[in-house]
């Protein structure tokens, strides 16, 4: 019989990474992080905790809180703030946003910079009407990776548009699959439970699945450790960031499994727009 996630041992694991400044820290005796943080509270969400408020746990939004208030690092890093905050119910600062939306895009338009900034304009603003034509140049990477054509899926679907050459991408999604069940970097390389995470997002999004879902499950849970955390792969070390990437990929596989065929993910719901993130 196949295995099921101890999803108690991963919710202890995540806890004993909760510092007392209310972040969350990639072991138990680093600080926290921005990144930890995120990939605490979403493991949480996902495993059907109740969101945290500024009234359940305070320290937590004090700690968001500081991290709004100096100045703001990668567009990426602060994805994740904002996304954190925004589930906290912590009140941002929109003309801010804005300013600093516009000087991500003239630094980076590439597809990561300008997937994360459609993203925050979207969902974390309200408003993309500034930001929405800085797509209309959208072209994937060469060489790309599968969480390259998973940004590029989700910035189509959140434009209506198809994908060009969607049965190629799927195809060649699939092909990223190995022997051992996991998705590499693209067709031939390891398998990471990253690259699980990215080609289950963005064959989602192309309403196409696996070859082989029955062994993905499998090396999914093979990369749950004894101390409750996923590592990176079936040998490693857990992290926070693997697991998050393992409990969203048995995440997007359960709900697969549950669509028709050709079906696609609604984005309307912040679980959903969250499992898809990579």
Known sequence: MLRQVDHAALLEFVLKRRKATGGYGATPRLPATIQDTFQAVA??????????????????????????????????????LLFTCQICGLDLDAPRLRSHLAASLNRDASLAGVYYVRRIAR?????????????????????CAVGDVARYLFVKKMD???PAGAGELAEWLQRSQNGDGGFGFFPGTTSFIENCHAALAGLSLLGARPLDPGNLRAFLLSCQT?????GRSPKAAPFLDASWHGIASLRLLEEMEKRPVGGVPDISSQLSRLVLFV
């Open 226 to 230: 004894g101390r409750g955390g996923f």
């Open 123 to 143: 969902e974390i603003l309200g408003d993309e009407s500034s930001f929405r034509g800085s797509g209309r140049s959208l072209l994937l990477p060469a060489p």
């Open 43 to 80: 493991i949480r969400l996902v495993l059907g905790e109740e969101t945290p408020t500024p009234q359940s746990e305070p320290a937590l939004a004090e700690y968001l809180a500081r991290m709004l208030a100096v100045p703001w690092l990668g567009i990426d890093t602060t994805f994740r």
């Open 160 to 162: 209506g548009q198809p």
